[in-house]
């Protein structure tokens, strides 16, 4: 086995995958077919989205494209951003306990309707159970949260891993800069990343 993963490039190469796939530190396991479809899903770039110069950092359209992307997935009506992310970086404070239900209902979503919500770190770390169910109740079964920043610090990280393995979502999907997660009625719970 040993003389075979030395001499063997495709042993050696799917080894590496396997140690850096199943690796404490990783994101989970791998596939090309994951691959494909994170790239296919969260990679596809719309043309009805506009995009004013300047108004957001490259990083951040990037991930509303990515976001944006999952419409199609999802089958959801509309992108939500609650707070616009039109603010300067570093000026808005963190959210208090249950107001980002509110941010988002006063956004003019109405109870029921399925939407990509994208949220920052300030906004779901705080979030307990509780308001997480309320937040998840409100939506539609088929609405997706993207989670910004879940490595951002060690609160936001404890804070992924904690949603990550709890009943709250069924699907969660780690994507090294933002999680995504979702509730679907009658589904066993998944939870897996993509690097």
């Known amino acids: 086995m040993k003389r075979s993963i030395c001499r063997d490039e495709p042993r050696r190469s799917f080894v590496r995958h396997w140690l850096?796939?199943?690796?404490?530190?990783?994101?989970?396991?791998?596939?090309p077919y994951l691959y494909a479809?994170?790239?296919t899903v969260f990679g596809?770039?719309?043309?009805?989205v506009e995009w004013a110069s300047g108004e957001l950092g490259s990083k951040r359209r990037r991930l509303l494209r990515e976001a944006w992307g999952m419409l199609?997935?999802?089958?959801?009506e509309r992108l939500v951003v609650p707070r616009g992310w039109k603010r300067a970086e570093g000026v808005a404070g963190r959210v208090e306990e249950?107001?980002?239900l509110d941010l988002i209902a006063g956004g003019g979503v109405r109870r029921g309707?399925?939407?990509v919500a994208v949220l920052r770190a300030d906004e779901w770390v705080p979030l307990t159970e509780?308001?997480?169910?309320?937040l998840v109740g409100y939506l539609g079964e088929e609405s997706w949260l993207v989670l910004v920043g879940i490595r951002e610090n060690e609160d936001s990280w404890h804070r992924w891993c904690w949603l990550?393995?709890?009943t709250v979502f069924t699907v969660c999907i780690d994507r090294w800069s933002y999680g995504a997660a979702v509730y679907r009625a009658g589904m066993s719970r998944y939870s897996f990343g993509v690097r």
């Open 20 to 31: 850096g796939a199943h690796g404490r530190k990783g994101h989970g396991v791998h596939s």
């Open 37 to 39: 479809m994170c790239s």
């Open 44 to 48: 596809r770039r719309s043309a009805s």
């Open 72 to 76: 199609r997935f999802s089958e959801a």
């Open 98 to 100: 249950g107001r980002l």
């Open 113 to 115: 309707e399925r939407v």
């Open 130 to 134: 509780t308001a997480w169910r309320e």
């Open 164 to 166: 990550s393995q709890c």
